[in-house]
């Protein structure tokens, strides 16, 4: 039964975690990069603060140095430099791209852990990394002589997959010794307050970049939908599915989660179409199958290290 809520709590965190793409699409254009994170954050807190009541300050004392350091890494991977990327990204290419690249993690995540922690590689997994690629050299129409993008959009999509690889060397860093802190404060922390937590370190860490961006006068010219789009960041996709995620972890290995990633992109491209009357071609669904089918294959649990088949030891 637990295994069973940690799956659904990790189908949600992934379908918001896809919105992503759209909601950045609405403001990106009117605010700068930090600003927008600044003000997702701040969004992210007015929910937040009032859930965690008087949890944060015993889980505060409970604390030591290391757990604060595996929370800073959490933030500065999987808030402060990926937003970056994702919405640097945004500026240069279509929303369901960007949306279907982000699936990249878990195929870099599985390549960092074989080059960094040298772990085995199986072949189902080198199998999903090889469609994941594949799957993105699709979508740049390498295999359609009609389609020629440009050098702005390629760029973008090469910061969305920095975006992913973000999000990939947290997890790889999660795996190895020195950090060991961030899995301890998910067993410490309740999965509100270490949302919280992160979402406090992340927005210290944008406030002095945003101030560069001059985001008074932007935010005083966002229309009611870009509003809207601010809100539904924080709320939805930082704090509600921060809380989910890290709810659904505790439950689920980190294959199932890695599995469970391909909501993210095929979340994004739906939306692209309802939301953003954008029209892939079939370049664009055939990638994005192989993105996700990538995702499924690196996913995938193997059982133990003796019995693996490796392809690359």
């Known amino acids: 039964m637990e295994r069973f809520a940690g799956v659904l709590f990790l189908l949600g965190a992934f379908t918001l975690a896809g919105t992503s793409v759209i909601a950045g699409r609405f403001v990106v254009a009117t605010l700068g990069t930090f600003t927008i994170t600044v003000g997702s954050l701040f969004f992210a ?20 140095r290391r757990d604060w350091a595996g929370l800073f890494i959490q933030a500065l991977f999987g808030i402060f430099l990926f937003r970056m990327f994702l919405l640097q990204g945004l500026l240069r290419t279509s929303a369901g791209e960007a949306g279907i690249l982000t699936g ?11 080059t960094l922690l040298k772990e085995p590689l199986a072949r189902i997994r080198f199998l999903g990394i090889i469609s994941t690629v594949t799957g993105i050299v699709v979508l740049q129409g390498f295999f359609s002589p ?11 999509n090469v910061l969305v997959l920095c975006a992913a690889m973000c999000e990939s060397v947290f997890n790889v860093l999660s795996r190895s010794g020195s950090v060991k802190a ?31 961006e001059h985001p008074a ?7 009611i939908v870009g509003w809207a789009a601010l809100v539904w960041y924080g709320l939805f996709v930082t704090a509600l599915a921060f809380i989910l995620w890290y709810a659904g972890i505790k439950r689920c290995d980190a294959a199932v989660a890695a599995a469970f990633s391909g909501m993210m992109p095929f979340t994004a491209m739906i939306l692209s179409v309802l939301l953003l009357n954008e ?18 294959l690196t996913g995938l649990k193997v059982h133990s290290p003796q019995r693996q088949e490796s392809c690359c030891t």
């Open 45 to 64: 807190l007015l929910g937040l603060l009032p859930l965690c009541g008087r949890k944060l300050g015993p889980s505060i004392s409970q604390m030591a």
């Open 104 to 114: 990249a993690t878990p195929a870099t995540t599985v390549l960092l852990a074989w």
């Open 146 to 156: 009609d389609i020629v993008f440009s050098t702005e959009h390629l760029i973008g």
């Open 182 to 212: 961030a899995l301890r404060s998910a067993q410490i922390l309740h999965p509100i307050v270490q949302t919280t937590l992160v979402v406090i370190i992340a927005l210290l860490l944008c406030l002095g970049p945003a101030l560069t």
């Open 217 to 223: 006068a932007a935010l005083l010219s966002l229309s």
């Open 279 to 296: 029209q892939p071609g079939w370049q664009q669904w055939l990638g994005g199958l192989l993105v996700v089918l990538g995702m499924v």
